[in-house]
């Protein structure tokens, strides 16, 4: 029997039968992670398993026989993107030297949510160094901790980032689920160019917790799975209030489950298409077009032309944020954890810059260097970046949209196909349309949606604040009426 290409629900079904068990799927996954992950294609997405995983999972199968299962993650393995703490034997480094053997005091707060509903921590998955947020042209899923993290469509194309290793692992079939964390597109961009469903969710569902930070303003976990189900299955799970994250506190828990079968079809649904997000590569539009009749033979209006707010216009004010947020939030993290082996951000530049034949052989840490000069977090010129950000992304851009166009949600291709791994001139400067939900801090899916040249595009489906429910109900709908779906067979290149 497959194991490794099923989804949550097709596992907890078998489970449930009897026709397989917790400690069987971890030893499945861990004996897949050696022959293709670190051998074979060499794909390079799982930084490290836990040693614990297949005790964890007999446990859990012996609760099952004595007074069942929790829920639907019961016995379920999932990756933890090397950013999330889990207060184990595992290590979370955000894929920095820098940080190498750091072990967390206690579970980041969704790790928690997800092991008390009977979920197995399988290990720590690869990264983007520090979320993508050290170096202009960095290469996307490098790490100097990892290594490149390779995609399995193509192995010479790039597998997006930051959540790198969570997506390939999916695709892969490394583990059942992973969870990422995304700013701006680090997990709808590497679900689009791996083939795998990545779910933004709205700022303040998912408790940051535990988490090494890029900005509050803007960062989340989420889900990145095989299906919209098991998408919304985790949703579910780890979605929570947390006294430790006041944006939590008065975020509306999504029911993610539930919406999902509300929803036959799309009938009376309107759908808008921004303006900048198509022309931007021909093959991702012509997937998109396709994606769009489907929508369109569900019943939904597609509208186009919506404006947004201009890319360049928040590219100025969005990076003023970041860096400021950046350096609060990782001293804040840091000074947190006190056996971690640096202590702020300058320790780490340092660390950097003594260790550069390791650390920087590629590309350098101009980010870093300019997050030290950032302002303070009541300083005039972050608060009035922030306010720029919030009125062009929300009050100007997609609230504005949504209520001057009648719409439900806006729609888009992800990202164009994957380009070739870069490591000394880094990524490609192609846009994607993550920013104006990223910024915004609205919820935002991709749901793989086609190939181009053998290379997975997602469909991007994102609404307004706390709508986590509606985009998924629709990218379910989506995904029910696309059809089946293609698995990566990691050729050397396109074929």
Known sequence: MDLHDRSIVELQTLMTDGATSAEALVRTYLERI????????????VLETNPDAVAIAADLDAERRRS??????????????????????LTTTAGSLALEGHRAERDAFLVARLREAGAIVLGKANLSEWANFRSTRSSSGWSSRGGQVRNPYALDRTPGGSSAGSAVAVAAGLCAAAIGTETDGSITAPASLNGVVGFKPTVGLVSRDGIVPIAASQD????????????????????????????TASARMPAAVAALGARADLRGVRLGVPRGCVGIHEAADAVAARAFDVLRGLGAE??????????????????????????????AYLQGHPTAPVRDLDEVVAFNRRHADRVMPYFGQELHERAQAAPALDDPTYLEALATCRRLARDEGIDRALRAHDLDALIAPSRVPAWTIDLIDGDRPFPGCSSPAAVAGYPHASVPAGFAHGLPIGLSIFAGALKDADVLAIAAAFERARGPWRAPTFPDRVV
């Open 302 to 331: 597609i509208v186009d032309g919506i404006e947004l707010a201009d890319r360049g216009a928040l590219g100025e004010p969005e990076l003023t944020v970041l860096l400021a947020e950046f350096k609060a939030g990782l001293n």
């Open 68 to 89: 069942g299962t929790r829920g639907p993650l019961h016995g379920i393995p999932i990756l933890l993107k090397d950013n999330v703490d889990t207060g184990d034997a």
């Open 34 to 45: 050696d022959a293709i992950d670190r051998a074979g294609p060499t794909l390079r997405s």
């Open 220 to 247: 989340t976990a989420g889900p990145l799975t095989r299906t919209v189900a098991d998408a919304a299955l985790v949703l579910d799970a780890i979605a929570g209030a947390d006294p430790n994250d006041p944006a």
